[in-house]
């Protein structure tokens, strides 16, 4: 009796396996292919296809379809005005018919199985004789490739960055202007809804309305200007409307420069980063934090702090004029020691002290634009050996600020501490 009962449960149990084998669906898998299917085979035509043969290629992809011809070289015939940039479409040719292929199943099932009855991208290369057409479906299980089929009855595990080469938009495979390579500039100027920074150069040194600019500084800025790259491109034939879009009908600012051998770039931005050369269709971005250098920079900012900017090396002579009376320091021959004599109204003294207050004095804030509010406290006179001359002029501003003014320009305030101290220091020379 047991024993009865025994095979009337193994009975059941193998009935029960049969039907489960039977009704299960079958799934394609990377497990699935067999010993034989994984040998190498023959890989096909189209993917070791001469490129140069190639004379149209199109593909769809999602809801992006693209065709471009080959005749003439690369061409958008959907809009024949359209700046291909074959180098990109060489690249996307050299990488479909090259795809590298890890397995082969040579009697698949169901195409639908793998994606492939309604292909994620379906690319179609027209050859001189013929055309080959490539299915990309569903990434494998592991997801480390892409179900392919190329119309010979068999289905293979290919590189799936291949396929993700092909899901860009059409302004992806435009051609870029190229911005000019600005390495010497001759001059700057960024107008801006804040006002206009104008540099000049002038020799080795940069200007603003004739004041010598902070070197540091400035190179600073004028490096953020020369690599100003492109980032992507938004539009390529913007009308007013796309203008409008992009804030470029009222750029936020331009950038003119010219070069030393006479080229001129006029670049217009906005403050989120959106770019073009005037007068262009093709739209751009730019990092936005280097928009932001070129509207915020302010004249102020690229100047130096120092009072006084010289090489006491090659001045020849100095000139103080402070409580209304003249005094002019001449430089004598170095003594022995190194030290550096002068004679100020026959008397020879040593200007170091003087020469060390001066050198690191710094500016406790910018006076671009003030005027002075009152009269001359002290001016400075400088002459170099070339004949060069400078000219520091100082001035009480208010109750704790004094004004500096160099060849007639206000540069920096100092405070009233300082210029009692410099006051001093001249005395103790002069008196």
Known sequence: MKRGKKLLVLCIVCAALLAAAILLPKLPTDSKVSAAETEPTAVPAVLTADGDAVRAMSWSSGEVTLSFDRENGWQYPAEPDFPVDAEKLDALLSAVTAVAVSKTIPEPEELSAYGLAEPALTVVLTMEQGSYTLCFGNASGTGEASYLSCGDGAVYLADPEVQELFTRDLIDYARWETLPELTEMNSLTVETRYGTLCLQRSGDVWQENGTVLDEER??????????????????????????????????????????????????????????????????????????????????????????????????????????????????????????????????????????????????????????????????????????????????????????????????????????????????????
């Open 218 to 431: 400035t190179e600073s800025f004028l490096d953020t200007v020369q690599q100003l790259e492109w980032l992507g491109c938004v539009c390529w034939n913007a009308d007013a409307l796309d203008l409008q879009v992009y804030g470029l009908d009222e750029p936020d600012g331009t950038l003119t420069i010219t070069g030393t051998d006479g080229t001129l770039m006029q670049l217009e931005f906005t403050e989120d980063g959106y770019a073009r050369l005037s007068g262009s269709g093709m739209l751009y971005k730019l990092v936005s934090a280097d928009c932001d250098t070129l509207l915020y920079t302010t004249a102020a900012e690229l100047m130096p702090d120092e009072v006084l900017q010289t090489d006491w090396e090659t001045v020849k002579s100095a000139v103080f004029t402070l409580d209304g009376e003249t005094h002019t320091a001449v430089r004598l021959e170095s003594a022995e020691d190194g030290r550096q004599n002068w004679n100020i109204a026959g008397l020879e003294t040593d200007l170091a002290a003087l020469r060390e207050l001066l050198d690191g004095m710094n500016g406790s804030g910018y006076a671009l634009g003030a005027q002075p509010q009152r009269s001359m406290q002290l001016r400075i006179e400088l002459t170099a050996d070339t004949g060069e001359m400078q000219m520091v002029e100082f001035y009480p501003y208010d109750s704790v600020s004094c004004l500096v003014q160099r060849e007639g320009k206000s540069t920096v305030f100092i405070t009233r501490s300082q210029m009692e101290e410099l006051m001093s220091a001249i005395r103790i020379l002069v008196d």
